[in-house]
C-alpha cells in the first residue's frame, strides 16, 4: 500500500509539475498551466522515450527530469524572444469568491468533492482487496506485459513497445506515453505501478480537468467548476469505471487529460477573438500543439477528439466575426484537415479496418444517450444527471456564447450512436467501433451542461425577496441536497457489482486469466523456477502472467498476439513431446523448459488447447490446481 500511495504521488508529481512550469514561464496563469500540465506530460514522456531510444539512454525517472528540464528552458527562451500567452478568462482562482449564499457553500466544497470520490472508489477498492490486484480483463493483460518490459529494458519508446505482442519481439508502433510516465517510477511490483499510474492520471486530470472547462465555459457561475466536478466524480463513464469494464489504459488516460486540454483552447481561443496578436497567438498555437501531441502519444483516437472538438470550438465561436477577420476560418480548416489526415493515414488504418464490437439495436441506443444510461457501468443516477444536462443542452444550443458546447454534446453523440449500431458511417471507426471509449467525451461534456442544467431547474424555486431568502426555500434547499447525497449513496450497490465482475476472485458467468489458487501457488513456487527458462503456455491462461509479476520468461505473455509459424511448431510439438525425440528436441533448441496447461480454459483456440493435450509423462509436475498444472519438460531429444 505505500508503494501504491508513493506511486500515485510521483507520477502526480511527474504530470503537473513540467507543465505548469514551462507554461508559467510563457506568462499563462496558474489554472491554465494546470490545465494544460497533464497533456503536456504526454509530450514529455513520449517524445522523451523516442529521443532516449534514439541515443540510446535508458528510460527512467533522471531521463524524465532531464526532459522536463528541456521543455522548462524551452519555456523561458520563447519567452525571452518575445512570446507570451495571453490573458485568459482562467486568470484569477477556481472558484470567484461570491457575495451569495453560494459563496458561503463552496465553503464545503472540498468535503463533497471528497465524499463524491469516495462513492466512486471505495467499490474499486473493496474488490480489489489489495494494491497489486491483477484486473480480469484483456487489456490488463497486455499493459502489464508492456510496462514490465519497459521496465526491464528501461525502453519505453513508441516506435518500439509493440515488440511485446509477437514472440519475435519485432518492433512496431504502440502508442506508449502512459508506459513512458508508469517506467519513471522505481519502486514497486508491476502490477502496483500499474495500478497506481492508472489511478494517477484517471481520477485528478478528469475532474479538475472538467472544473476548469466549466469554469471557461461559465466564468461568471461562481460554482461552475464544483458543480461540474461532481458531476465529473459522480457520473457512471468516467476513465477510472472504463479501466475495471474494459481496460484500454492509454485511451482512458489520455481521456482524463482532454478536458484540461479542451478548457486550455477554448479560454486561449476566446482571448485571441476577434483580432489575436500574432505573438499571443503562437505562443498558443504552441502550447496547444504540444498538448495535442501529448495526446495522440497517450492515444492516437484522443487527439483526433481533441480535433474535433478544435473544429466545433473554432467554427461556431469564429462566425460572427468572418466578416472583420476572414483568416479565422483557417483554424477549423485546418483542424479538419488534421482530423482526415490522421484517420487515413497507416496509423489510422490500424483502427479503422476494425470489425466487431458491440451492436445494438436502434431504440436501445437512443435510450443509452437519451436517459444517461452508457454502456460504461449505467445505473440509475445516470438517469437522474440525465435529467440535468438536458436542460443545459438546450439552454447552450438557445445561448450564444454557449452553442458551441452544445453543439459538440451533439456531435459526439452522433458518434456514439454510430458505434452503438455498428453504422455502415464508419463515423466512430477511429474508436474501434466502440461506444465504450466515445462515452468518456460524452459524459465529459454532460458534466458541464449539468450546470447550465441546474440553472434551469432552479428556475423552479421560490424567488429571494430583498429581505433574504423566503422561509420556504431553506427546507426545500436542505431537502434536495439530502435527495442528491442519497442517490449518489444510492449508486455504491451498483459500482461495487460493476468492479466485481471484474475484480472478484469469483464472479458467476465470467471466467479468469488468473485464478487465485494460481496465484498463491506461483508465489510459492516461481522463486524456484529458473526465470532465464521460457514457459510455453496458452495466452489466454494464468501463465502469461508470470512475466508480468515476477518476470519469468514466457513465450506468449499477451493475450490475442498473433502466432508465428515457429510458435505453431512449439505448442503442436509439447502434443508428443513425451515420446517423440524430434518434437522434444524442438522445445529444448528454443529453450522451452516449462509448459503450463489449463483444464478450464478462459478460451477455447485450436492452436492454443494443444498446450493442454500432453500428460504428465512430459516431465515432472512442480505444482497443479483444480484447474491447472506447471510441468518441467524432462523428454529425451535422442
Not at 508559467?24 to 514522456?45: C, D, E, F, N, T
Not at 494517477?200 to 472544473?211: E, K
Not at 464472479?507 to 486469466?513: A, L
Not at 513465450?555 to 505448442?571: C, H, K, Q
Request: charged content about 10%.
Amino acid at each position: 500500500m505505500l508503494f501504491l500511495l508513493l506511486t500515485i504521488l510521483l507520477v502526480l508529481a511527474a504530470v503537473y509539475v513540467p507543465g505548469y512550469v514551462g507554461v508559467r514561464l510563457l506568462g499563462g496563469s496558474r489554472l491554465l498551466a494546470l490545465a494544460l500540465a497533464p497533456a503536456l506530460a504526454g509530450a514529455i514522456a513520449g517524445i522523451g522515450a523516442i529521443l532516449a531510444a534514439l541515443l540510446g539512454v535508458r528510460w527512467g525517472l533522471p531521463t524524465y527530469l532531464a526532459a522536463s528540464t528541456l521543455l522548462a528552458l524551452l519555456g523561458w527562451g520563447l519567452a525571452r524572444f518575445g512570446l507570451r500567452l495571453p490573458t485568459t478568462v482562467l486568470d484569477g482562482p477556481l472558484l470567484p469568491h461570491s457575495p451569495t449564499s453560494s459563496g458561503a457553500a463552496l465553503h464545503w466544497a472540498p468535503l463533497w468533492l471528497v465524499g463524491a470520490a469516495a462513492i466512486a472508489l471505495a467499490p474499486i477498492a473493496r474488490q480489489a482487496a489489495r494494491p497489486d490486484a491483477v484486473l480480469e480483463r484483456w487489456d490488463t493483460l497486455y499493459h502489464l506485459s508492456a510496462l514490465q518490459r519497459v521496465r526491464e529494458t528501461s525502453d519505453a519508446s513508441s516506435l518500439h513497445l509493440g515488440a511485446i505482442s509477437n514472440s519475435a519481439l519485432e518492433p512496431t508502433f504502440y502508442p506508449a506515453a502512459f508506459h513512458a510516465l508508469a517506467g519513471i517510477v522505481p519502486w514497486g511490483s508491476t502490477p502496483v505501478v500499474l495500478n497506481g499510474t492508472v489511478l494517477a492520471l484517471a481520477v485528478v486530470p478528469w475532474a479538475l480537468g472538467i472544473a476548469l472547462l466549466a469554469r471557461t465555459v461559465l466564468p461568471q457561475v461562481s460554482w461552475a467548476p464544483f458543480g461540474a466536478a461532481l458531476a465529473a466524480l459522480l457520473i457512471p463513464a468516467t476513465p477510472w469505471n472504463l479501466w475495471i469494464h474494459l481496460s484500454p489504459i492509454p485511451n482512458l488516460s489520455a481521456f482524463a487529460a482532454l478536458p484540461g486540454s479542451l478548457a486550455a483552447a477554448a479560454a486561449l481561443w476566446g482571448a485571441l477573438l476577434p483580432r489575436p496578436r500574432w505573438r499571443s497567438a503562437v505562443a498558443a498555437g504552441l502550447v496547444v500543439g504540444a498538448a495535442g501531441l501529448g495526446l495522440g502519444l497517450l492515444h492516437p483516437n484522443v487527439a483526433v477528439t481533441a480535433l474535433i472538438l478544435l473544429v466545433v470550438l473554432t467554427a461556431v465561436t469564429a462566425l460572427p466575426h468572418l466578416r472583420t477577420t476572414p483568416l479565422l476560418a483557417a483554424v477549423p480548416l485546418l483542424a479538419a484537415l488534421a482530423v482526415l489526415a490522421v484517420v487515413f493515414s497507416p496509423l489510422g488504418a490500424h483502427v479503422t479496418g476494425f470489425d466487431g464490437g458491440l451492436r445494438i439495436p436502434l431504440w436501445r441506443a437512443f435510450m443509452e444517450v437519451g436517459l444517461g444510461l452508457l454502456t460504461v457501468w449505467p445505473m440509475a443516477l445516470g438517469v437522474v444527471l440525465a435529467a440535468l444536462w438536458w436542460p443545459g443542452l438546450i439552454r447552450c444550443l438557445r445561448t450564444a456564447p454557449l452553442r458551441w458546447v452544445g453543439i459538440a454534446w451533439l456531435v459526439i453523440a452522433v458518434i456514439y450512436l454510430d458505434a452503438a449500431l455498428d453504422s455502415p458511417l464508419n463515423l466512430s471507426a477511429i474508436y474501434y467501433r466502440g461506444q465504450d471509449r466515445v462515452s468518456m467525451p460524452l459524459a465529459m461534456l454532460s458534466c458541464v451542461l449539468v450546470v447550465p442544467g441546474l440553472q434551469v431547474w432552479s428556475r423552479l424555486l421560490p424567488e429571494r425577496t430583498p429581505q433574504g431568502p423566503p422561509r420556504a426555500l431553506r427546507p426545500l434547499t436542505i431537502g434536495l441536497v439530502l435527495a442528491a447525497a442519497l442517490l449518489a449513496l444510492g449508486s455504491i450497490p451498483a459500482r461495487d457489482d460493476n468492479a466485481a465482475k471484474n475484480l472478484a476472485a469469483h464472479y458467476p458467468g465470467r471466467g479468469r486469466f488468473l485464478q487465485p489458487d494460481e496465484r498463491a501457488l506461483f508465489e510459492e513456487h516461481v522463486p524456484q523456477m529458473d526465470s532465464a527458462a521460457t514457459v510455453l503456455a496458452s495466452p489466454f491462461s494464468g501463465a502469461a502472467h508470470l512475466y508480468a509479476l515476477y518476470g519469468q520468461d514466457v513465450r506468449l505473455p499477451v493475450a490475442g498476439m498473433a502466432y508465428s509459424d515457429l510458435d505453431r511448431e512449439l505448442i503442436y510439438a509439447t502434443e508428443d513431446a513425451a515420446y517423440n525425440p524430434a518434437s522434444c528436441q524442438l522445445l529444448q533448441e528454443h529453450g522451452i523448459r516449462y509448459v503450463y496447461q489449463e483444464r478450464l480454459p478462459y478460451a477455447h483456440h485450436r492452436t492454443s488447447d494443444s498446450v493442454n493435450l500432453a500428460g504428465p509423462e512430459l516431465g515432472r509436475v512442480l505444482f497443479e490446481t483444480e484447474h491447472s498444472r506447471m510441468i518441467e519438460v524432462e523428454c529425451d531429444a535422442g
